[in-house]
């Protein structure tokens, strides 16, 4: 695919979010002068190319009151992975889930979901309430409260010298 300097315009556009107005992409649209119809199709264009990997939501939790942040870590068979991570992912409170390579001997750990609460006592409450409901009591597992609040954003696309490439977050 080649990208036109429209592309690089309309992703230098979105690369630091969307604005949290009511028609997001019509505001992107009326800013690079095209309609809200083509900002959404060459958006779905370059995400099918592969040149935007993905689009998410990066939610303030702590700003909302949500300052009770734990990240369950869990040592599940890897034949296991996908159910247990689809059980998990279905949770209401789950808002992350997701599996990554353990990293043996200091991390035994392949299975990850974030749970957000108000209170650490409601959210340890929550973890025992998931794990007894799917009967996940026999895989190890461990609770990790979050200390510290970093900066999040998503992937950055287009440098400064309006260069495209795929500039890895912390997200991968």
Known sequence: ????????????????????????????????????????????????????KRMGVVVRHRALGYCANAMVVWDVEDAEVERIGGLLAGESCVTLCYQRPRRLPMWRYNLFCMIHGRERSS???????????????????????????????GARYIEPDNKVEMVKSCHG
């Open 1 to 52: 695919m080649v990208l036109t300097d429209s592309d690089r315009e309309l992703i230098a556009a979105i690369q630091g979010g969307l604005p949290v107005v009511a028609k997001p992409y019509a505001a992107i649209a009326a800013q690079l002068d095209l309609s809200e119809d083509e900002v959404i199709a060459r958006l779905q264009l370059l995400q099918s190319a592969g040149l935007i």
């Open 123 to 153: 959210v340890l409450r929550r973890i025992e309430q998931i794990i007894a409901f799917h009967g996940l009591e026999d895989i190890a597992r461990s609770v990790l409260f979050s200390g510290r609040d970093f900066k999040q954003r």
